[in-house]
């Protein structure tokens, strides 16, 4: 994990969050399934596209960002923008489920399938979870079977134009069954590691996976 970035100093909306997390807001205790249901429980649906983040974005063009990709893996990537899109690209649409409960539908994002990353990077055997480092000092934790789920992506498109800088431009993580938080904006590093090691959020009273269908929102849920 890259640790030249601290987060920035805790705004009123994190603390509100932090808040939520502790008296268990929007619980629903009621449970669903995709197959049956397309909006998780608790959630609404918006049409408009809401920015939530720790309150500052990362001035990064294209020119300058890079990824990298390290840890438990046979080949460490230090990829620039034009190496990330000579690769193989993909075009997935998706639902996004916030924990602060909206819904958006039918998000068309491009860029490269988190699947081709790892054919690309070659997570060792005991490679078992990831950890996300954003521009802005972000960080949230996924076990590699999340991450490698075949819809997840690192975006750097949405609806056919280059991803808004408000929403993680250069590039972003798309992990669509897990709540937003998961899906780091403005990514930066990706670490591969064999014991886990909990992020921004999930030290701050969030669910350490985060599904939207069993409403997986705080820890202890
Ligand atoms: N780097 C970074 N990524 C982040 C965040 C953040 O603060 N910094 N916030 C997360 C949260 S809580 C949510 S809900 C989504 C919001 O993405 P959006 O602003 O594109 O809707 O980004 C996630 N990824
Ligand atoms: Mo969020």
Same mark, same amino acid.
């Given at each position: 994990m890259s640790d030249d970035d601290e987060p920035p100093a805790e705004s009123k909306l994190t603390r509100t969050k932090q808040r939520w997390a502790r008296e268990g807001? $929007? +619980?629903?205790g009621r449970v669903s399934r995709p197959e049956q249901e397309r909006l998780p429980p608790g959630q609404h649906l918006t049409r408009d596209w809401p920015t939530l983040d720790l309150g500052m974005t990362p001035d990064i063009s294209r020119e300058r960002w890079r990824l990298d990709v390290h840890g438990a893996v046979e080949n460490p990537i230090f990829w620039t923008f034009a190496d990330l899109t000579a690769e193989r690209q993909s075009h997935f649409v998706s639902d996004i489920h916030c924990v602060t409960t909206w819904s958006r539908y039918d998000n068309s994002w491009d860029g490269l399938a988190t699947r081709d990353l790892l054919e690309a990077c070659r997570p060792r055997d005991e490679a078992r979870f990831v950890v996300l480092s954003s521009y802005d000092g972000y960080t949230t934790n996924l076990p590699l079977e999340d991450f490698a789920a075949e819809d997840a992506l690192l975006a750097h498109g949405w609806s056919g134009a280059p991803l808004a800088a408000e929403h993680g431009g250069p590039v972003r993580l798309v992990v669509?069954? +897990?709540? $937003? =938080? @998961?899906?780091? @904006? =403005? +990514?930066k590093a990706i670490e591969f590691l064999e014991q886990d090691a909990p992020g921004y959020w999930e030290v701050r009273g969030y669910h350490n996976r985060g599904d939207p269908w069993t409403e997986q929102r705080y820890s202890g849920d």
């Amino acid at each position: 994990m890259s640790d030249d970035d601290e987060p920035p100093a805790e705004s009123k909306l994190t603390r509100t969050k932090q808040r939520w997390a502790r008296e268990g807001r $929007f +619980l629903t205790g009621r449970v669903s399934r995709p197959e049956q249901e397309r909006l998780p429980p608790g959630q609404h649906l918006t049409r408009d596209w809401p920015t939530l983040d720790l309150g500052m974005t990362p001035d990064i063009s294209r020119e300058r960002w890079r990824l990298d990709v390290h840890g438990a893996v046979e080949n460490p990537i230090f990829w620039t923008f034009a190496d990330l899109t000579a690769e193989r690209q993909s075009h997935f649409v998706s639902d996004i489920h916030c924990v602060t409960t909206w819904s958006r539908y039918d998000n068309s994002w491009d860029g490269l399938a988190t699947r081709d990353l790892l054919e690309a990077c070659r997570p060792r055997d005991e490679a078992r979870f990831v950890v996300l480092s954003s521009y802005d000092g972000y960080t949230t934790n996924l076990p590699l079977e999340d991450f490698a789920a075949e819809d997840a992506l690192l975006a750097h498109g949405w609806s056919g134009a280059p991803l808004a800088a408000e929403h993680g431009g250069p590039v972003r993580l798309v992990v669509p069954h +897990l709540y $937003f =938080w @998961k899906s780091a @904006k =403005w +990514l930066k590093a990706i670490e591969f590691l064999e014991q886990d090691a909990p992020g921004y959020w999930e030290v701050r009273g969030y669910h350490n996976r985060g599904d939207p269908w069993t409403e997986q929102r705080y820890s202890g849920d």
